[in-house]
């Protein structure tokens, strides 16, 4: 497999898993998450960002070559 196409997998692994935990671990309607809700979101925020960023700068970088990623 291509690197790049490599480097999009894993990232799009590493943005996919803390946003499942964060969404299977905490109930918004309960009331005693709220908090914890909160700090990971705002833990993961930044990082979310960051790995987006660079998905979509690979997968424009292959479109261009002519190279299938999924």
């Given amino acids: 497999m291509n690197p790049i ?38 833990h993961n925020q930044v990082r979310t960002q960051v790995l987006h960023e660079y998905i979509f700068a690979a997968a424009n970088t292959l479109k261009e070559l002519g190279i299938k990623y999924w």
């Fill in 5 to 42: 196409a490599t480097a999009i997998e894993v990232m799009a692994y590493v943005i996919g898993d803390p946003s499942k935990y964060y969404f299977d671990k905490y109930n918004g309607d309960k009331e005693g998450d709220h908090l914890a809700i909160i700090w990971e979101f705002r």
